[in-house]
């Protein structure tokens, strides 16, 4: 019986270290990648649904690959975290090395089914995203500004895949609406990381180009910006190119004031310290949030058909 138990404790072992990896793979970020069948959406054309459902597997393990790199490049910053030191690799949970491994997997992974199943154009807006992501995270980050410019890049790119997967041109007025609300969601994020550094008295974060006094500044963006991603609808609700894609377009004046209510609802959260994920990640675990989002599509859909 001893030389059973002894193999039951090692599989316990190696069953205990694969799940901190996968906790690494911060697979509740992928929820992110349902930005990339926007461009289907908003062209009501659904032929492409399978190069969809593959362009988000490609940036979901992308992703992955990504999120083990940061957190092993921010390994002594997230220890003296009060909440990022429970991560696997500062913890200690999962090996470096072990992390090093399975990003290049990954990575590897994500472009074989590229290069495999979808548009040359695709994988160049994966290899772009992919850049500025390692960019992002061994470099961009620590830049003032310029870190919450390239979060809202790296939002807009999963639109650009999405369009470059089912060869759909993008709309400029999907583009321009996505410009501004990605600003002000990840001005958001870089506010929440500003309350919680005020809240503990820290006056700057390593690794971090903001200090505390910044805060009015960056809350005043990511408000303006939402307000303009709101303006930007409306003119496209007014503009002649929605004529064609819906019956009733003015039905789709309602979603102006929800849109409204939900960024400054996500604003207020933040500013009260109830922020601690990336806001897209925290709208789809927040039932607010999500009945927004589904008021909003039926909003689109008795605009469509007419009711």
């Not at 190696?14 to 990896?21: G, R």
């Not at 992974?109 to 994988?123: E, K, Q, R, W």
């Not at 503009?239 to 400054?264: D, M, N, R």
């Amino acid at each position: 019986m001893g030389s059973r138990d002894a193999m039951f404790s090692l599989q316990s072992v190696k069953a205990w270290s694969i799940l901190p990896l996968i906790h690494a793979m911060r697979p509740h970020q992928w929820v992110k990648n349902l930005l990339i069948p926007l461009p289907i959406i908003a062209a009501h054309e659904y032929g492409g649904l399978g190069s969809v459902l593959l362009a988000m597997i490609a940036f979901s393990l992308t992703a992955s690959s990504v999120y083990i790199l940061n957190d092993i490049a921010d390994l002594e910053a997230d220890r003296a975290h009060a909440r990022k030191r429970n991560r696997p690799f500062a913890s200690g949970a999962a090996r470096v090395s072990h992390g090093i491994w399975l990003a290049a997997i990954l990575a590897a992974t994500a472009i074989g089914l590229s290069l495999a199943h979808l548009p040359l154009a695709f994988v160049a807006v994966l290899g772009l995203y992919m850049s500025a992501t390692v960019a992002y995270t061994y470099w961009l980050k620590r830049k003032l500004l310029v870190d919450i410019i390239t979060l809202a890049g790296l939002y807009t790119a999963r639109i650009l895949a999405g369009g470059a997967a089912t060869g759909i041109a993008i709309s400029p007025w999907l583009l321009a609406f996505s410009m501004f609300v990605f600003f002000s969601l990840a001005a958001i994020k870089r506010q929440a990381e500003l309350v919680d550094q005020e809240r503990n008295g820290r006056k700057s974060v390593p690794g971090r180009a903001y200090q505390s006094d910044d805060l009015p500044v960056v809350r005043g963006m990511a408000i303006s910006s939402g307000q303009a991603a709101v303006l930007v609808l409306a003119l496209y609700i007014n503009s002649p190119a929605v004529t064609g894609l819906y019956a009733q377009p003015y039905v789709l004046w309602l979603i102006c004031p929800i849109l409204f209510y939900w960024l400054s609802r996500m604003e207020i959260l933040t500013h009260r310290g109830f922020m601690h994920d990336d806001p897209i990640v925290f709208a789809f675990r927040d039932r607010i949030s999500l009945l927004c989002f589904l008021v909003i599509a039926i909003i689109v859909l008795a605009a469509a058909v007419g009711y």
